[in-house]
């Protein structure tokens, strides 16, 4: 099975613009997971969508939105960008269909770079 | 919420020694706890993992522990090599019944430098 891809892998914006980053999972996983990975503070948790619903939101603020389609690709935008935001932008699926499927798998990231 | 504490920051070690990290967690319904392992502009990849109904699980030179009652779990790397060297992550899970709750917390990482 191919792995979890996301594209752009590196973004450069400046400040005020706004940013979609794109994730495709696994074939037949539900459930995609999005994390901002910065030096400083680690993996953080965004959100996670499964069968096109946000199930769960970390604390990040409303300019960090997303979505999931039907096929289960998942979407997230940045709005209003900020120095900030520059991280590693990492998703990550998982079948979501039980305690023995809940692996979560890590796409390559977007690196995303606001000046 | 979930808190996951890892131990330590940096670890240095000699090509055949063992390195041991160490994370504590919060949240008793915390119930599944993976390790992944991120190398220098990669992507963290899953090392191996363990259930709350296990205490240890072995996979060739890594092994992972885990004490439900004091809410600890551990990576234990035997024999270690040069390409050992990376960033390890621990994190913790919640009962896989998804809903509201269905996310990993993760611990900030160990730098973990293998000296040949």
């Known amino acids: 099975k191919a792995g979890v891809t996301q594209t752009p892998r590196y973004l450069i914006k400046t400040r005020g613009q706004q940013v979609t980053l794109s994730c495709s999972p696994i074939?037949?996983?539900?459930?995609v997971s999005w994390y901002q990975q910065t030096p400083g503070q680690g993996l953080q948790f965004l959100f996670e969508?499964?069968?096109?619903?946000?199930?769960n939101k970390g604390n990040f603020p409303g300019r960090f939105s997303g979505r999931q389609f039907s096929n289960s690709r998942s979407e997230m935008n940045v709005s209003t960008l900020e120095l900030g935001d520059s991280a590693l932008y990492l998703c990550?699926?998982?079948?979501?269909?039980?305690?023995?499927?809940?692996?979560?798998?890590f796409g390559p990231g977007t690196r995303l770079t606001v000046l | 919420g979930e808190n996951v504490e890892q131990h330590p920051s940096t670890l240095s070690v000699q090509e055949g020694d063992s390195a041991v990290i160490k994370c504590t967690y919060s949240?008793?319904?915390?119930?599944?706890f993976p390790w992944y392992k991120q190398e220098l502009g990669k992507r963290p990849q899953l090392i191996i993992d363990?259930?709350?109904?296990?205490g240890e699980k072995k996979d060739q030179r890594i092994a992972v522990t885990l004490n439900k009652t004091a809410k600890h779990f551990s990576l234990h790397i035997t024999e270690t090599q040069p390409e050992d060297s990376a960033v390890y992550f621990c994190?913790?899970?919640?009962?896989?019944?998804?809903?509201?709750?269905?996310?990993?917390?993760f611990g900030k990482g160990t730098l973990l430098t293998v000296n040949p």
């Open positions: 990550a699926s998982s079948f979501a269909g039980g305690a023995s499927t809940d692996t979560q798998y």
């Open positions: 074939s037949g996983h539900r459930s």
């Open positions: 969508y499964f069968s096109e619903t946000q199930r």
């Open positions: 949240d008793s319904a915390s119930n599944y």
């Open positions: 363990i259930r709350s109904n296990v």
């Open positions: 994190a913790a899970f919640p009962r896989g019944s998804g809903g509201s709750n269905y996310k990993l917390t």
